[in-house]
């Protein structure tokens, strides 16, 4: 399934030998669709306009391709509105007050600032205090999985991280600062993230593949004493855990004596399981095209291998057919189209499918539908997407404003269970399972739900006046 965007064309439309009319047919045939008109310059042999055409993406060559073969049509120019909104990037650094005279230079530099200097040196936890460390979130990649593009690098990178920059800002009013690294060496990700540490109150990690992900994560966790959070991971996992919580409720099913499974072992599906069992689930059962991790088999993953026993009690073997059979949960991470409409004519009544590959998901919903009771993707056009934009904000909020050494287990269920209770027990059904990502409520749950997690398990260095 390709993704949905919008073209502006400016035409050159040469009266004599094409009309407006025959442009809309063949613009239509080839699957654009016209939303608006402008015209530029009118003449009585030529007009120019601007044609706005939402088309899908893979449909865009094919349209431009139809008009230059036009007789009589001459494309000028084409604007996608993704890269015009991309143009010089996103997002910008500005100060918090004018520079206007000597006295407000000698307040904010020198020499003023020397004192502000100097009182940091003799206490370094003033940095929270009196520079913008407390408020400040470093979103690291090495461009190695980014969205479902995989390894493109740093450069090509960075107009995802200047997005997470945005959602950061608008969201949770954090600022987050997009560092990607020319480097895929998981020794040297570790001593570059360490070396900048001390500008940032906490580190995002994003878009780095697996295993690599699990070592950097967990080292930088163990060597620093700031909140370090790999939101492929952990994000995904909190989001689901939230759905699936309240996906449970629709169908009067309990996490401890459902049946599920997890399709998609890699950062995500290793985190979602983890949070799974944290969460009370006894029947869970991971598996990849490999088949369903077992304890029969040898695997040179270390966190395949904990699955492998901390997962599948009754030591099944076998591929998605053996894992599905039986099963009230599937929760996706893996590939588009793997999930045939067999697969859920198999699983137990009143089923629960989040089928959150993307852009495709494992099975397509309107084929899904008829036999599953509850359904969610990780798509914005369907009922129940599952966001990482509903966890990370109010995560690092919380975090950062009870100054939180790291993001521990505990303050990951937390925040789940805050996404859950956003939606209200009378709104809940099959339909709405998860609140939109623009619910003003969510950051404001989830942060409070963070910090006293994080107080309750001795990892808060401050107490916020809010939180009781």
């Not at 390709?2 to 025959?22: N, Y």
């Not at 904990?306 to 599905?324: H, I, K, M, R, Y």
């Not at 099975?363 to 990482?388: C, F, H, K, M």
Request: with cysteine.
């Amino acid at each position: 399934m390709s993704i949905a965007t919008t073209m502006i064309i400016r035409l050159e439309i040469r009266k004599a030998e094409a009309s407006f009319g025959d442009v809309a047919s063949r613009l239509a045939a080839a699957g654009g669709d016209i939303v608006a008109i402008d015209v530029i310059r009118g003449g009585k042999d030529v007009t120019t306009r601007d044609l706005t055409v939402n088309v899908q993406d893979a449909a865009n060559e094919e349209i431009i391709s139809v008009l230059k073969n036009m007789p009589g049509i001459k494309v000028i120019n084409v604007s996608d509105r993704t890269f015009l909104a991309h143009l010089g990037g996103k997002i910008e650094v500005t100060p918090k007050m004018p520079i206007k005279n000597r006295e407000d230079l000698s307040l904010v530099y020198t020499p003023g600032v020397a004192r502000v200097c100097t009182a940091i040196a003799e206490d370094p936890s003033k940095a929270y205090s009196l520079t913008m460390k407390r408020n400040t979130v470093a979103v690291v990649t090495d461009g190695t999985a980014v969205l479902g593009l995989g390894d493109i690098g740093p450069e090509a990178a960075m107009p995802v991280m200047e997005g997470k920059a945005m959602l950061f800002k608008q969201l949770a009013d954090i600022d987050g600062f997009p560092l990607c690294l020319d480097t895929k060496d998981p020794e040297e990700i570790i001593k570059i993230v360490k070396a900048v540490a001390p500008g940032f109150g906490g580190i995002n990690l994003e878009d780095i593949s697996s295993p690599r992900c699990f070592e950097i994560e967990r080292r930088l966790s163990a060597e620093l004493d700031i909140p370090v959070f790999h939101d492929d991971q952990h994000g995904t996992a909190v989001v689901a855990l939230a759905g699936l919580l309240n996906a449970l409720q629709v169908v009067e099913k309990s996490i401890a004596d459902s049946r599920i499974v997890v399709v998609g072992i890699g950062a995500a599906g290793v985190s979602i399981c983890r949070l799974l069992l944290a969460a009370g689930a006894k029947q869970l059962y991971a598996a990849d095209k490999e088949g369903i991790l077992n304890r029969s088999e040898a695997y040179t993953n270390p966190e395949w291998s904990w699955l492998a026993e901390a997962t599948n009690p009754e030591n099944l073997s076998g591929g998605l057919d053996e894992a599905v059979r039986g099963a009230d949960v599937f929760i996706g991470v893996s590939r588009g189209g793997i999930l045939q409409v067999s697969h859920l004519q198999s699983m137990a009544r009143d089923s629960i499918v989040f089928a959150m590959a993307n852009p495709t998901p494992e099975i397509e919903p309107d084929l899904a539908e008829p036999y599953v009771r509850v359904l969610a993707t990780g798509r914005s056009d369907y009922p129940n997407q599952i966001n990482n934009v509903l966890c990370f904000p109010g995560i690092f909020r919380g975090a950062l404003d009870c100054r939180a050494k790291t993001v521990n287990l505990e303050m990951k269920l937390a925040a789940a269970q805050a996404i859950a209770a956003v939606v209200h027990p009378d709104e809940r059904n099959e339909q709405y399972i998860i609140p939109s990502i623009f619910n003003e409520k969510v950051v404001e749950q989830v942060r409070l739900a963070v910090i006293r997690a994080a107080i309750a398990t001795g990892i808060a260095r401050r107490i916020p006046p809010d939180v009781s």
